[in-house]
């Protein structure tokens, strides 16, 4: 359990290890029948490569479109869909479209072919951090650096940060660790570059520059607005600000998880990351005693208003622990 707070411009900080390991072990104690639910989603490729398609085909017809229904299209369609692809690399990331570890490697290329610039195996890297050292400073990049926490205080902070927010989860990761450059990430850089730079080729070459420019416009907006003012992205705040003391991660069970392949159900994704998203809603249903008595919500929406207008959570509502060796270096 975390402690209390330090001070008010401090994060939470905890002494004991992350929660999920030891709620997973006695979900499998007590539901042995959980491990049934381990596998892949067989189906998620092809919703994958439906949403990547659409998100394509708009992109490059936009420029038919007038200013008002072109960002309303890119609000509710783009930002949508780009959100769709967060969620879906991130289960990618798990290996759970494919069995094999390369086919889902090679896959989430596909996934992030439209969030213009290759994200998919830094993502992975960080991510899988993230799962294995919860909070652990230093290391945990999910978490907002000391400097933003300072930096974006108060509504007017809160919401500058928060409309900007996928800015910091794209720089953040390289500046708190490095990031090890291996055989993927140089594949993911090759082919998102290579795809990107063939479509810029082929709508120019078809349609036009207005064409193009249009393209990359709606491309590039819909994934500001995916990260930011968007419901979606109540799953940011959701998933581990801390909203009630002495719990580090929540879960939500509202009706967007249908196009987000369920990470609301991120206490379930936390401690079982081998049960893909279309089966969570069943794990809860198996162990319903290790869930029930949780916080969770209904609404991202709310989540994010709490957000901005509590003046009690703020950057700093963050669960952390001490990293032992940064603690020596820096000693």
Do not use: C
């Not at 990547?52 to 936009?62: I, K, P």
Request: no cysteine; glycine share 4%; aromatic share 18%.
């Amino acid at each position: 359990m975390a402690t209390q707070k330090p001070s008010k411009n401090d994060f939470y900080w905890a002494d004991d290890k992350e929660p999920h390991f030891q709620r997973r072990q006695q979900i499998l104690e007590a539901h042995p029948e959980v491990s049934k639910l381990f596998g892949i989603n067989p189906k998620m490729k092809y919703f994958t490569l439906l949403w990547v398609s659409l998100q394509m085909t708009v992109a490059t017809f936009s420029y038919q479109l007038s200013w008002i229904p072109f960002i309303l299209v890119t609000y509710f369609v783009g930002a949508t869909i780009i959100h769709a692809m967060f969620l879906a690399v991130h289960e990618i990331t798990h290996d759970l479209a494919f069995t094999k570890k390369s086919h889902n490697n090679y896959f989430s290329f596909i996934a992030n072919i439209p969030m213009i610039a290759p994200y998919a195996m830094a993502f992975k890297y960080y991510h899988g951090i993230h799962h294995w050292d919860q909070g652990k400073d230093g290391e945990d990049t999910d978490i907002p650096t000391l400097g933003e926490a300072l930096l974006f205080r108060g509504l007017i902070g809160k919401i500058i940060w928060f409309v900007s927010q996928i800015f910091f989860y794209a720089l953040r990761p390289i500046m708190v660790k490095s990031l090890k450059v291996n055989k993927w990430v140089v594949y993911n850089f090759i082919f998102q570059i290579s795809v990107m730079s063939l479509y810029a080729f082929v709508v120019y070459q078809y349609l036009g520059m207005s064409a193009l420019t249009s393209a990359f416009m709606y491309l590039f907006l819909s994934l500001i607005f995916a990260g930011g003012l968007h419901p979606t992205s109540g799953h940011f705040i959701s998933e581990h600000y801390v909203f009630e003391e002495g719990q580090e991660t929540y879960s939500y069970y509202g009706p967007l998880n249908l196009v987000t392949f369920n990470v609301g159900y991120h206490n379930e994704h936390h401690d079982f990351p081998r049960i893909p998203g279309s089966r969570l809603p069943e794990l809860r249903k198996i162990a319903p005693e290790f869930y029930d008595n949780l916080h969770s919500y209904k609404s991202w929406v709310a989540v994010n208003w709490r957000f901005l207008t509590d003046k009690n959570i703020t950057l700093y509502s963050r669960t952390k622990r001490e990293n032992q060796a940064l603690k020596k270096a820096n000693a």
